[in-house]
C-alpha cells in the first residue's frame, strides 16, 4: 500500500494522475463504505439542503432589496435627500451582516464537513470516487489556512458569500452598460476632451499619486511593525488603482433631481463612466506585472512594458468589440423591418449587449468595459433605428436592471462588513488611505483643471472643480475589485479599507451633496437650452465649436457625413456623401428613408438620451430650409456639410433660432448662444425636461 | 506509510475523516509537488481558461438565440405558420448540435483532467489540500462510469450541457409565471371546472394509462431480451407522469393569430398550464415512493399514501405560498402610493413575485407551481393596484423573459439530440411510448369531455375534443422532467424517447395545426363579444351562469364583495360589505377610491388581461346604474350584492345591452346571449381584440 503512495516526480503529470487514481480505489477497499443505495439518497438529500439552504440565502437579499425600494419610496414621498438610495442599501445591508453574524446560529451540519484528499494541483473539476460512484465536483476557490479550522461556524457565514466573479459577470455589466445607454450625449461630446483627460490621466494620476502614499504608509507601519504580512509596492499601486474608480451614482442623481448645471453632470458623469473602465483595465495590468526571476516585486522595465501593453491592448480590445457589437445591432435594426415587432426587436437588443460581455470574455478582453462601449454605441446609432416602443422597453428593462444591480451590490457592501471573516483593519493603513485619497483626488482635479482650462473657452470654475472634488464618491467597481482577490494578507486589508472608504464617502460626502451645491453656489433648477442664452457672467455657455474643437469638428463631420447614414436611416444618404466609386455601395447600404431625412432622424423631445443630432439642426437647416420635404435622389450633395474653415463653421453655427418642421414633429432648438432670444419667444426655446430624471 | 491508508471500519465517520486528512497530507509530501507559486498563477490561470469557455458557450446559445429570432421575423413577415418560433429554435439547436459533435474537436487539456480520489461518502463541499493550500470545491453531481472513461472527448460536450436544475431554478420559473400572469381570466373562471378536471383528473389518468401501457412495452421487452438494464414500474409511472405535462405554445399562438375560439383556447392554455404543475408535483410524488425493506420498487399501500399526501402537500403548500405573496404584492401597492414611482413599482413587483419562488424552494415546495399561482393572483388583483406604466412594463419585462427562457429551453432540446452521452434509443420502446401517448392523451380527452358535458349546457363539441386531442404538444416542462435526472438505464432510455416525442409533436401536430382547424371546421376570427349573440346553432355560447355554476357563484361573489375590496381600489368598500362588528377593521383597509368604485376598476380596453369583473358590470349597473358616481359613505349596501337563487342571478344576467360610463372609459359590454344585439348598435358590442397576441 505505502508503494502507491510514493510517486516518482520525473514521472508526468498523467502518469502521476493515473497511479494515484489506482491507489485510491486500492485505499477505497479498505474504507467500509455506506451502503450504496442510501447513499444515493444522502447525496440527494444534501444536494436538495444545499439548493433549500441558496434559496433561503437568495430570499435574504430578495428582502433586502424589497426593504430598500419601500424605504426609499418613503424617502422620495417625503423629499429626504439625505440619504439616497445606494447608501440605504449599505446601512440594510449592514443591520443583516449584523444580525447574520451575531444572532444566527447555525449548528454544524456532519455531511457538510469538508474532506481532504492529496492531489498535485487543483484542476478545474475533481471526480471523486464513492465506492465505485463517481460525483463531480467544480473548483469553487482557494479559502484561507484560518477558514479551515473554523468550517463549521463559518458554514452560514460562506454561505452568503459570493463567488466576486458574481459581480464581473452578472452584476456589473448591467450597471455599466445602463450607464453608456443613458450618457447625454450632447453634452458628453461637448465636453469630450475634458472627460477624456480626467478618465485617464486623472485615473493614472491619482493611481500612483494613491500608490505612492500608501506606500510611504506601509513603509512605516513596518518600521514600527504594525504590518502582519507582505504588503509590496505592486500591492499599494494596485490598491490605488481600483480605489481611483469613482462612482457619484448619489452625487448625479440629486444632480438630476434638482436639475443642476448640465456640463458639470456632464463631467462628472463621462468621467466616472469612463475611469471605471480605466481602473478596471489599469488593475488587471498591474496584476499581470510578472517580472522574471524569484522576486517577482522588484522593479523591471520590461516588465513594466508588458503591463502597459496590456493596458493598451485590453482596452483598445474591449473597445473595439463594444464597438463592434453596436455596429453590427445597428445594421440589422436597419435592414430588416424588426420594429413592427417589438418583442422580437427588444430581444435582439438585449442578445446583442449581452453578447459583446461574453465575446470580449471569450476572446480575454474585459466584457465590463466592451459593454460600456456598446452601450454608447447603441444610444448613438442603434436607438434611432428602434420603433418607439422598442426604445421605451430597452430603457425601461436596462433601467431596472441596473437599479436592482446596484442596490443589490451596495446592500452586499453592507453585509460583508460582517459577514466577510477576513478583515484586517489596521488604524494606521486606515488613516492613510483616507488621506491618500483625498490626495490623489485632489491631484487629479485641480492640476488637470487647469491644464484644461488653459485650452478651453469657457472655463471649469473653481466653485465647479471643488463640487468635483467633493464628489468624488466610490461606489460598486472600487468594491468589486477590491473583493475580487482577497487571498493575501495585503489584499485584505484593502478590501477592508475600501469598505470604510465607500462607507465614508457615500454616507457623508453623498448625503453633503446638496450642502456642498448651496455651498459652492452652483446653480440648481437649470434649464438645458435656456442656460444656453444667459450671458458671459462667468458661468459656463454652450456652443459646438468649443471644447476641442478641431478634434470634435473632425469627428463630427465624420460621424454625420458617414457613420450615422451608414448605421441609422439618417440623411445626407451615402450615395450623396461618399466619391461616386463606390456608388453600388452606397445605394446598397442607404436606406430609402435617409433620401427624405436631409436631418437626422429626431428622437422625440422628452427622450432622455438627447440625440447630439440636435446639434446638426442648423447644418439642415442652412441647406434644406427651402427642401424641408420630399425626396432627393439626384447626385447633387444636398445634405452634405463640408466646412472648411473656423469662421464658416462658427458662421453656420451662429443662426438664431430657426423653426424647423420635422416630419410633424414641432422642435424648435436654437443653437448658438450669441444671441439672447427674444423674451416674447422664450417658450419656444424650453426643451422639455419631464424625462431627465 | 501503508499503515495511515489503513483506516478502521469501526469508527466514526469523522475520526476516518481527520486520519485521511493526516494520511493525505503525509502522502502529498512524497509527491513532488510543483513550485508554490507557479501553482498559484497556473490555478489562476485554469479559472480563467475554464470562465473563457463558459462565456463562449454561452455565446453559441446567444447567437443561436439571435438566429432564431430573425428567422422569427422572417416568418412573422412571411406570415409562415407551418413552423413556430419553438420548433425553428429546435431545429437551430439539432444543427449546432451536429456541428458541436461531429464537426468539433476540442484537444484535452491537461489542466482539465479531473483527479480521483478517496473518500466515504460524497459530501456537499470538498476540500483538497493543495501541497499547504486549501481549494473548495461543490457537488456538481453524478457521473456515470461510462461518461468516466471518455473524460477528454466528452469534456467539450459536457461543457454546452447545463445542470438540468438551471431548467427549474432559472428558465422554467418565468415561463410559468408569465403563463399566469397572461391568463384571458374571463374565459379561465367559465371554464374553470372543465380546466380543473382536465388538470388534475385527466392528468391522473393520463399517466396511469401511459405509465400500464409502458409497463407492457417494457414486459415485452424483456421477454425478448431487449431491455438492457431496470425499468421498474415506478419508472413507466414517472414516464406517464412527465409526458402527460402537455404545452400547446405553438397551438396556442396560432389560435391567437387567428382569433380562435376564446372557450377552446382558455380549456387548452388553462389544461397545459395547470398540468404541468400537477405533473411536476406528481412526478416528485412518485420519485419519492419510498417503500420499507430492500426492494424499492414493490407495492406498498403505506408507501403510495405517503407519496399521495407529499402530493397533496407539496401541491397545496405550493399554492399557498405562490397566493400569499400575490396577496402580499396586492396590498403593498395597495397601501402605498409607489404608482407615483413606475420603476420601484416595478422593481417591487419582479422582486416579491421573485421571491415566491425563493421561498417555496426553502420551504421544500415546488417554486414552479408556486410561481404559477402567484402569477394568477398577481394578475387577478396586484394588476389593477399599479400604475398603467407599471402595468405595461411588467407585462412586457415578463413577455421579454418568457420569449428568451422557452427559446432557450427549445434550442437547448435541439442541442441536447446530439450532445447528451447517454442515449438508448430503442425502437420498441419508442414505438411503444408514442402509441401510449397517443392512447393517454384520448383516455384523459374523450371520456372526461363525454362526462363534463352531462355538467355544462354548452357542450364541449366533438371538433373541439379532436383538435384537444390533437393539440396535447410536449414541451418545456416534459423535458425538464426527463432530464433532470438521467443517472439510471431507465431514466436515460426515457429522456431519449421524450425528446423524440417532443419533437414530434412540435413539429408535425404543431405545424398541421392549421389544417386541423380547417379540417375540424373551428371558426377563426372571432371576435370575443360578438360571439356572444350568436344563436344557440350548436356554437358554444358564453354566459357567466354556465360552467360550474354553483362553484362559480359562490366564488364570484366572494370574490367580488370581499377579495376584491381587500386586495383592490375596487369596490363595494368593505365598510358596506362586512358586517357592523368588524367596522374599523373594514374602515383601515378599504381605501379611498373604493367608496368611489361601485363597480370595479377598470382595465383599458385594450388590455391583455381581461378583467372578470366586465362580468360584473350587469351586477354594478342593476345596483349602481343610478349612481355611477359620487362617494358612498353611508352603511347603505349598496354596492353588496347578494346572489339569492339561480333565477334571480339568470335575471341580472339577462339584461341586454347596457351602455356603462366608468371613469372615463367608455366601456360597452352586454353580458346576456339571450338577445341577439339590434344590428344598429353591433359595432358598439366590439371589444378590442388588438393586442390579444
Do not use: M, R
Given at each position: 500500500m505505502g508503494s502507491t503512495c510514493e510517486i516518482n516526480a520525473a514521472m508526468s503529470v498523467w502518469r502521476r494522475l493515473s497511479l494515484f487514481v489506482l491507489a485510491s480505489s486500492l485505499c477505497s477497499r479498505l474504507c467500509r463504505a455506506e451502503d450504496s443505495a442510501m447513499e444515493n439518497i444522502v447525496t440527494e438529500k444534501k444536494a436538495e439542503e444545499s439548493h433549500r439552504q441558496d434559496s433561503a440565502d437568495l430570499l435574504v437579499f430578495i428582502l433586502l432589496l424589497t426593504l430598500t425600494i419601500l424605504t426609499i419610496w418613503l424617502f422620495k414621498h417625503r423629499r429626504f435627500r439625505f440619504l439616497h438610495e445606494t447608501g440605504l442599501a449599505m446601512i440594510y445591508g449592514l443591520l443583516v451582516g449584523v444580525v447574520l453574524r451575531y444572532a444566527i446560529h447555525v449548528p454544524s451540519d456532519m455531511n457538510n464537513i469538508t474532506l481532504s484528499c492529496n492531489v498535485t494541483a487543483s484542476p478545474a473539476t475533481l471526480l471523486v470516487n464513492v465506492s465505485g460512484k463517481f460525483y463531480e465536483y467544480t473548483l469553487k476557490g482557494e479559502i484561507s489556512g484560518s477558514e479551515v479550522n473554523d468550517i463549521q461556524d463559518n458554514e452560514m457565514l460562506r454561505k452568503v458569500t459570493?463567488?466576486?466573479?458574481v459581480f464581473f459577470n452578472i452584476l456589473l455589466p448591467p450597471i455599466i452598460f445602463h450607464a453608456g445607454y443613458s450618457l447625454k450625449r450632447r453634452h458628453f461630446f461637448r465636453n469630450l476632451g475634458s472627460i477624456l483627460a480626467y478618465a485617464f490621466v486623472g485615473t493614472l494620476v491619482s493611481c500612483f499619486i494613491i500608490g505612492s502614499l500608501m506606500y510611504g504608509c506601509v513603509m512605516l507601519m513596518k518600521q514600527i511593525g504594525h504590518m502582519g504580512g507582505d504588503f509590496f509596492f505592486t500591492d499599494c499601486l494596485f490598491f490605488g488603482a481600483i480605489v481611483s474608480a469613482t462612482d457619484p451614482v448619489t452625487v448625479l442623481a440629486i444632480f438630476n433631481d434638482l436639475q443642476v448645471d448640465a456640463d458639470l453632470y456632464a463631467l462628472l458623469f463621462g468621467e466616472s463612466v469612463l475611469n471605471d473602465a480605466v481602473a478596471l483595465v489599469l488593475s488587471s495590468s498591474i496584476v499581470a506585472y510578472q517580472p522574471e526571476g524569484?522576486?517577482?516585486?522588484t522593479f523591471e522595465a520590461m516588465a513594466m512594458l508588458k503591463s502597459f501593453g496590456i493596458f493598451l491592448g485590453v482596452f483598445s480590445g474591449s473597445f473595439a468589440l463594444g464597438v463592434a457589437t453596436g455596429v453590427v445591432t445597428a445594421l440589422v435594426t436597419k435592414f430588416t423591418k424588426l420594429r413592427d415587432f417589438p418583442l422580437l426587436e427588444t430581444a435582439l437588443f438585449f442578445l446583442m449587449s449581452w453578447s459583446t460581455f461574453l465575446l470580449a470574455e471569450a476572446c480575454g478582453f474585459t466584457g465590463v468595459v466592451a459593454v460600456l462601449f456598446c452601450g454608447m454605441t447603441q444610444a448613438h446609432y442603434t436607438f434611432n433605428n428602434l420603433s418607439p416602443e422598442s426604445q421605451e422597453r430597452t430603457k425601461q428593462l436596462f433601467e431596472l436592471l441596473n437599479f436592482l444591480a446596484e442596490n443589490f451590490i451596495f446592500s452586499y457592501m453592507g453585509l460583508t462588513l460582517f459577514t466577510f471573516k477576513n478583515h484586517v483593519f489596521n488604524p494606521i493603513f486606515i488613516v492613510g488611505a483616507f488621506l491618500a485619497v483625498f490626495l490623489g483626488r485632489a491631484a487629479n482635479i485641480y492640476p488637470l483643471s487647469f491644464l484644461l482650462n488653459l485650452g478651453r473657452k469657457y472655463k471649469i470654475s473653481p466653485n465647479f472643480q471643488h463640487m468635483m472634488m467633493f464628489a468624488g464618491l466610490r461606489g460598486a467597481m472600487t468594491f468589486a475589485l477590491s473583493i475580487r482577490?482577497?487571498?493575501t494578507y495585503a489584499r485584505q486589508m484593502m478590501f477592508s479599507t475600501t469598505l470604510l472608504v465607500v462607507f465614508f464617502t457615500v454616507w457623508i460626502c453623498g448625503g453633503g451633496t446638496t450642502q456642498m451645491l448651496s455651498c459652492q453656489k452652483i446653480r440648481v433648477g437649470v434649464d438645458t437650452d435656456l442656460e444656453n442664452f444667459i450671458g458671459p457672467d462667468g458661468v459656463e455657455r454652450r456652443s459646438t465649436k468649443h471644447e476641442s474643437a478641431w478634434f470634435f469638428r473632425i469627428w463630427y463631420n465624420f460621424d454625420h457625413n458617414y457613420l450615422k447614414p451608414f448605421l441609422t436611416h439618417?440623411?445626407?444618404p451615402l450615395t450623396a456623401t461618399?466619391?461616386?466609386?463606390?456608388g453600388p455601395l452606397a445605394r446598397c447600404l442607404t436606406s430609402p428613408q435617409a433620401y427624405e431625412n436631409e436631418e437626422q432622424l429626431k428622437d422625440s423631445d422628452?427622450?432622455?438620451?438627447?440625440?447630439?443630432?440636435d446639434i446638426t439642426l442648423t447644418y439642415g437647416d442652412i441647406t434644406v430650409s427651402t427642401d424641408a420635404t420630399g425626396a432627393h435622389t439626384s447626385g447633387t450633395p444636398v445634405g452634405r456639410v463640408t466646412v472648411h474653415s473656423d469662421e464658416a463653421l462658427d458662421r453656420e453655427l451662429a443662426f438664431g433660432d430657426h423653426e424647423l418642421v420635422i416630419r410633424g414633429t414641432r422642435l424648435v432648438l436654437p443653437m448658438d448662444d450669441s444671441e439672447p432670444p427674444l423674451p416674447l419667444d422664450s417658450h419656444r426655446y424650453r426643451h422639455k425636461n419631464e424625462s431627465m430624471s
Open positions: 459570493f463567488d466576486p466573479e524569484d522576486n517577482t516585486h482577490d482577497t487571498a439618417s440623411g445626407p461618399l466619391p461616386a466609386c463606390c422628452s427622450d432622455l438620451i438627447l440625440n447630439d443630432s
